[in-house]
């Protein structure tokens, strides 16, 4: 399983674009990379999921180079509603089929 | 269509009772996972059931158990709670992969508070 490595807390403005690194230097060759958003006293909300290069919706873009050992999670223009802790979850322990959470990135949205 | 629900949402118990905590699966989806929260830290792997059987379990003891329903709904009971059990219960349903590709959806959570 993965391990990864993200920030521990970032700062930003509103309207401002905020890109959160994840380091997963030994990621498989099946692996998927997951992006979690959560608020507190709140379950976990997916929000991203790629493979390679780029993938976007309607919340936010996930890029990944081409060696695959990292990820970056972009949100455009936040909002003081961003302010939550970002997960990166890198492949699934398939023997367990367990998502491993790390203790995430906390984002503080300043107006 | 409705996604993940649990019930309840928060619960307040003594040191040695006994809890049960709920959860609806999204629809189409047929497995169920646990999480137990701790405060300020990541969601921890309790169990996950899957054709009503518990098929995969987490660093829990005992105490720690469940149960899947024909309609793939889930239990999480936890007996002679402990202080340490206090944390956000977190319910996780997927369509089973088997790949990395699999998405877990989770639901809002239960608090418990032992006392």
């Not at chain 1, 507190?40 to 290069?53: D, E, H, L, M, N």
């Not at chain 2, 877990?104 to 959570?109: A, H, K, L, R, V």
Request: charged content about 15%.
């Amino acid at each position: 399983l993965a391990k990864t490595t993200q920030p521990i807390s970032m700062d930003s403005y509103e309207g401002q674009e905020v890109n959160i690194t994840c380091s997963h230097n030994n990621i498989a060759t099946n692996d998927y990379i997951t992006w979690y958003q959560q608020f507190p006293s709140q379950g976990p909300r997916f929000i991203i999921q790629g493979y390679k290069t780029k993938v976007t919706n309607e919340v936010a873009s996930l890029f990944i180079p081409a060696d695959r050992k990292s990820s970056t999670l972009s949100l455009p223009r936040v909002s003081l509603s961003d302010t939550a802790v970002y997960y990166c979850l890198v492949g699934l322990d398939t023997g367990r089929r367990a998502l491993t959470f790390g203790s995430g990135t906390r984002l503080q949205v300043q107006p | 269509d409705a996604g993940v629900t649990q019930s309840p949402t928060h619960l307040i118990k003594t040191r040695g009772q006994q809890v049960t905590l709920r959860c609806s699966p999204k629809s189409g989806h047929d497995t169920v996972s646990w999480y137990q929260q701790a405060l300020g830290q990541g969601p921890q792997f309790i169990f996950q059931y899957y054709e009503e059987e518990e098929r995969q379990r987490g660093n829990f003891p005992d105490r720690f158990s469940g149960h899947q329903f024909p309609n793939y709904s889930s239990e999480l009971n936890v007996n002679a709670l402990l202080l340490g059990d206090s944390a956000l219960y977190l319910c996780a349903s997927s369509l089973a992969q088997r790949s990395s590709r699999e998405t877990q959806y989770f639901g809002p959570g239960t608090r418990l508070l032992v006392l």
